[in-house]
C-alpha cells in the first residue's frame, strides 16, 4: 500500500556531504511526522532528525549544526542535507512516515528499506 524509497547514500570522505531523499508512494491521506534514524553496526537504531507537518524540527545532538531535515508535502519526500560529515555518521539511513491512508483510519509508521552511508577518515 504504501512504500517509502530512500536515495542519495555513498561513500564520502571526512568533511564531504550527502544529501539523502525520501520519497512516498501509495494511497497517502495524510503524512504527519517524518524523520530519519540510522544504525551503525553493533549499535541500535537512534533517531537522527525529524519533522512534523507544520515544520518543527528535531536534530540528535551530534548532528544538530550539520545536517538539515526538509520536506516536501506536495511530493511526499523528505531529505536529508548531511554536511561536515564524519566517520562516526557511518550507518545505515532508514526514513521513517507516519501515515494515515484513509480520514477515519489510524495512523502507522511506514519505513524505507535503509541507504548506506560510508564516511571515510
Known amino acids: 500500500q504504501v512504500q517509502l524509497v530512500e536515495s542519495g547514500g555513498g561513500l564520502v570522505q571526512a568533511g564531504g556531504s550527502l544529501r539523502l531523499s525520501c520519497a512516498a508512494s501509495g494511497i497517502i491521506f495524510s503524512m504527519n511526522v517524518v524523520g530519519w534514524y540510522r544504525q551503525a553496526p553493533g549499535k541500535q537504531r537512534e533517531l537522527v532528525a525529524a519533522i512534523s507537518s507544520d515544520g518543527r524540527t528535531n536534530y540528535a545532538d551530534s548532528v544538530k549544526g550539520r545536517f538539515t531535515i526538509s520536506r516536501d508535502n506536495a511530493k511526499n519526500t523528505m531529505y536529508l542535507q548531511m554536511n561536515s560529515l564524519k566517520p562516526e555518521d557511518t550507518a545505515v539511513y532508514y526514513c521513517?512516515?507516519?501515515?494515515?491512508?484513509?480520514?477515519?483510519?489510524?495512523?502507522?509508521?511506514?519505513w524505507g528499506q535503509g541507504t548506506q552511508v560510508t564516511v571515510s577518515s
Open positions: 521513517n512516515a507516519r501515515i494515515r491512508i484513509t480520514f477515519t483510519a489510524r495512523d502507522y509508521d511506514y
